[in-house]
């Protein structure tokens, strides 16, 4: 997904490109991409966007959110209340 939600798709010619960049980058040369951003947040999602790195490409990122001690109440509460839910069928 790109800026304002538009979809990107990996053209032949990005492929290409992605492809040789690999070719030429030895793993130590390998470098981080530049400017990230996060561009929107939501109440279950996030949208971020970076420029490519000077040597390779971005091909899987992870991202890790910290679950504060009241976000684990609520989803204990929730799943006690999904529980008591179904015992009543």
């Known amino acids: 997904m790109g800026k304002n939600g538009k979809i990107l798709v990996e053209t032949p010619e990005i492929r290409a490109r992605n492809e040789m960049v690999s070719i030429k ?3 130590d040369e390998l470098t981080a991409p530049r400017n990230l951003e996060v561009t ?3 109440q279950y999602s996030i949208a971020i966007s970076w420029e490519p790195p000077e040597c390779g490409s971005v091909g899987e990122y992870h991202i ?6 009241c ?16 015992s009543s069928y």
């Open 64 to 69: 890790e959110v910290p679950i504060s001690a």
């Open 25 to 27: 980058c030895e793993s």
């Open 71 to 86: 976000a684990i109440t609520n989803l204990i509460m929730l799943a006690y209340l999904i529980v008591l839910d179904y």
């Open 40 to 42: 929107q947040t939501g």
